[in-house]
């Protein structure tokens, strides 16, 4: 890790102590400024204690995609939990289940963390493997009844991405989405 | 309290809770790990969701709401990640289904699984040996 200016790190911890003071007050479950200093007082003590290195190309929200992003993911939690639910309660026994490999576009920690978290809950897919450098991530994919539906579902996957880094994405992750990068390596 | 909220709040807890019973069924009844841990994720963060739903309504008071929503969010954060690795690690461990693959497209690429056959005992000896040592 390099050394960085003291302005920037503190830029950095900012939203770590923000994030660590408001779970303190949520498990208080009351407002009070006790509250607020004795949680400033923890976060700052785990920051010093524990540092970590902050994530790059973060911090950037916008409203309206995440609010489409979140209606999304709400629904599809739903439909594929009761996929699943079906699938255990079934008197067949499973269908077949496959394991792919879908080539992201994003370009960044924050985003491919969200993206592989997102799969993991929604559709019908689990992440197995998540390659930084290449950005190709392998899933297991549990209800498949013939090729069409591992294609759909890899598609899903892509589209589940674009949701996220519209949400979140720095404009060279969005221009990332459509057009090639130099650098994508062909599954070979 | 409202009957109408009172009905929500039942009908989430029972949803709820009838997701987690097919999740522990999914644990019983899948072929593989990887499929198992399907059922460890999906059925059962939604089923814990419905129950912080239909408990928030139950309970009075913004204290306890609160308490709700945070073990909803980290049920979201964590539930992911401790399937991934599980997962991950029995696919290093070779306790794969590979009679069950429709597509695996995860052997191919030199990597150090495809020397293997499938759900075998995590030390039995690969295919073909000679090129190179799995650990």
Not at chain 1, 152 to 162: G, I, M, N, P, T
Not at chain 2, 18 to 43: E, I, N, Q, Y
Not at chain 2, 123 to 135: I, L, N, Q, T, Y
């Amino acid at each position: 890790m390099t050394v960085e200016p003291a302005a920037t790190r503190l830029r950095h911890q900012v939203p770590l102590v923000a994030w660590l003071v408001l779970v303190w007050m949520l498990l208080w479950g009351t407002w009070s400024w006790a509250n607020l200093l004795s949680g400033l007082l923890v976060a700052l003590t785990v920051l010093t204690l524990l540092p970590l290195p902050h994530v790059v190309g973060g911090a950037r929200v916008r409203p309206l995609p995440l609010l489409v992003f979140l209606g999304h993911f709400v629904v599809d939690l739903f439909a594929s939990g009761a996929e699943v639910a079906w699938q255990a309660v079934r008197p067949g026994g499973v269908h077949r289940t496959a394991i792919v490999q879908v080539q992201l576009r994003a370009d960044s920690d924050l985003i491919l963390t969200m993206v592989a978290e997102a799969t993991s809950l929604v559709p019908g897919s689990l992440v197995l493997d998540l390659d930084r450098e290449q950005r190709v991530m392998t899933l297991h994919l549990l209800p498949v009844r013939d090729h069409d539906e591992v294609e759909r579902k890899k598609a899903h996957v892509l589209v589940v991405e674009r949701r996220l880094v519209q949400a979140f994405g720095s404009a060279a992750d969005l221009a990332a989405l459509d057009g090639h990068r130099r650098d994508e390596v062909p599954a070979s | 309290m409202s009957t109408v909220s009172e009905v929500v709040a039942f009908a989430c807890l029972l949803a709820g809770a009838a997701l987690c019973l097919t999740a522990g069924l999914g644990l019983v009844r899948f072929p593989d790990v990887l499929s198992r841990m399907h059922a460890g994720t999906k059925p059962q963060v939604l089923g814990v969701l419905l129950v912080m739903v239909g408990a928030a309504i139950r309970l009075d008071g913004w204290a306890n709401a609160w308490m709700l929503l945070l073990v909803a969010a980290f049920q979201l954060l964590t539930a992911p990640v401790s399937a991934h690795l599980i997962s991950r690690v029995a696919y290093r461990r070779r306790h794969v289904r590979r009679d069950l693959l429709l597509v695996d497209e995860y052997g191919g690429r030199g990597h150090q699984d495809e020397r293997y056959r499938g759900d075998e005992p995590g030390d039995a000896p690969p295919e073909r040996p000679g090129r190179g040592s799995a650990g």
